[in-house]
């Protein structure tokens, strides 16, 4: 069963980091670009960044650049969203979601490219 599960959300203050990891199970990421989205309560989803299936390619949302930073470990079958300098603007439900692209080069951050999601998970960014 094709599967991607993220991680490490959770509660963190103003001003403080996280790292969100996505793990795939049942299949390989090598051939995937991967993809991360957020949705608030009340609000549409998100694109925030993605990375292409070698990691050559990166893109960020404007309200992220700078302090959101994307990676993936195709050995380990994860990628991974570092989140810094996080404010109340970015609580949300996290996605990661993988799109099929081999043999393409890059990313698109555009939610109906891609091919497999997550469950999500939690991020609030509270004092």
């Known amino acids: 069963q094709l599967q991607l599960v993220e991680s490490g959300g959770g509660l963190v203050q103003p001003g403080g980091s996280l790292r969100l990891s996505c793990a795939a199970s049942?299949?390989?990421?090598?051939?995937?670009?991967i993809g991360w989205f957020r949705q608030a309560p009340g609000k549409e989803r998100e694109g925030v960044s993605c990375i292409s299936i070698y990691g050559g390619t990166t893109k960020y949302a404007d309200s992220v650049k700078g302090r959101f930073n994307i990676s993936r470990d195709n050995a380990k079958n994860m990628v991974y969203l570092h989140l810094a300098s996080l404010n109340a603007e970015d609580t949300a439900v996290y996605y990661c979601?993988?799109?099929?692209?081999?043999?393409?080069?890059?990313?698109?951050?555009?939610?109906?490219?891609?091919?497999?999601w997550g469950q999500g998970t939690q991020v609030t960014v509270s004092s």
């Open positions: 979601a993988a799109d099929f692209r081999p043999g393409r080069s890059g990313c698109i951050v555009v939610a109906g490219e891609y091919d497999y």
């Open positions: 049942g299949f390989t990421l090598d051939s995937y670009a």
